[in-house]
């Protein structure tokens, strides 16, 4: 099982949703960066259950502990490791889950591999691992701070209630002013509605997020097998219930125009850009300076507090009826994964093009 994401800037995790702690390495932080704790804690917040009514009724603090790699406020440029406990697991509740496959979920697929399963909560495949991703990301973050990069996400759908493509008709600022991480206020009211009739149903529902990153630098990436664009589609469709990926105009580019699609280049102030970005800030594989953008796409989460036809261990033909608490929507959480994912492949390809330059 492959534990460790990244090529220089590295997060290695392990833990599982109803063990004793989740936690994690980060190797490859640059010496010398402030660590921001309270940052670190409040990405980590973004992410816990039970934050509001449309998420997981499960009750977590999530308070990481650094252990190692800081000192005196700075990152050292030796590993950081770091755990957060688990205290609020209900086991019990996953004890009719011993036997049997839930529909769609992991359960199956690991049992098959590994001949073995944790059915408390998914064990590894619960997106509750995603805890280590977030400080990871937070950790990243806190170094492309220092140098003007920026990454922000926001719930751009939930099931057919849709913002315009375009993320430049948004002030994102406004993404954490509600519960669903939606800068339309009113869209996320609808939205919200949407997700609290779904879980009242005992069913889920699924979306899309947005994310920008702006101030990336050109030349990240490279033109053959670590193409930046590859990078950021491993990273997210590496995440929990994530089904598509696509950045800049992606599929919709599809019925324009090669006259309508290429983003002419300027020259202002003597230096380069473009008129339009139809490419999403990346072009044969490499950053080329303008705003990269990208959309992800969440399933309906496979755990329904309803009955489902499924079969056990066995091959025989039950039914299974879930107990536990289980998000109805995974995209209000699911907003600081995709931001962490992403500043951990920006920053891990910054310092690899570092690498490559005399």
């Given amino acids: 099982m ?38 670190i804690q409040q990405e980590l917040n973004r992410r816990r259950p039970g934050q509001s009514r449309i998420t997981t009724s499960r009750q977590e603090a999530d308070q990481v502990e650094l252990l190692s790699g800081v000192f005196e406020g700075r990152s050292t440029g030796c590993p ?27 359960d199956y697929t690991y049992y098959n ?38 990454v922000q996400a ?8 849709a913002l315009e493509r375009d993320y430049r008709l948004y002030n994102l600022d406004l993404t954490e002013q509600n519960a669903v991480r939606c800068p339309d206020q009113e869209k996320a009211r609808q939205m919200e509605q949407l997700i609290e009739q779904v879980k009242a149903e005992g069913d889920t529902i699924g979306g899309i997020i947005t994310c920008v990153i702006k101030g990336c630098p050109t030349g990240l990436g490279e033109p053959e097998f670590s193409k930046f664009h590859a990078e950021l589609g491993a990273a997210m469709l590496g ?28 020259s202002e102030n003597s ?13 044969g594989g490499i950053s080329n300076g303008q705003d990269i953008y990208f959309r992800v796409a969440f399933k309906p989460v496979a755990t329904l507090l309803r009955p489902q036809q499924t079969v056990d261990m066995e091959g025989n033909k039950t039914t299974v009826t879930p107990r536990g608490r289980h998000d109805p929507c995974v995209l209000p959480r699911a907003v600081p994964v995709v931001e962490a994912m992403a500043a951990m492949v920006v920053l891990d390809h910054y310092l690899l093009n570092k690498s490559v330059k005399l």
């Fill in 2 to 39: 492959r534990n460790t994401f990244g090529h220089l800037f590295t997060l290695t995790t392990f833990g599982e949703s109803h063990g004793e702690a989740i936690g994690g390495v980060v190797d490859g932080m640059p010496a010398g960066i402030e660590i921001d704790t309270a940052f």
């Fill in 80 to 106: 950081i490791g770091f755990i957060v406990r688990n205290q609020n697991q209900h086991s019990q509740d996953y004890e009719n889950l011993r036997t049997v496959f839930r529909p769609s979920h992991a």
């Fill in 239 to 266: 995440i929990n219930a994530v089904k598509g990926f696509e950045y800049g105009e992606g599929f919709s580019g599809v019925t324009a125009r090669g006259s309508e699609q290429n983003d002419v280049f300027v």
């Fill in 154 to 161: 926001y719930t751009s759908q939930v099931g057919d209630i």
């Fill in 271 to 283: 230096s380069l850009s473009t008129k339009t970005n139809h490419s999403g800030g990346i072009q």
């Fill in 113 to 150: 591999k590994y001949e073995l399963r944790d059915h408390r909560g998914g064990g590894r495949s619960s997106a509750r691992i995603t805890i280590s991703r977030c400080v990871g990301g937070a950790l990243a973050k806190l170094a492309l701070r220092q140098l003007g990069i920026s």
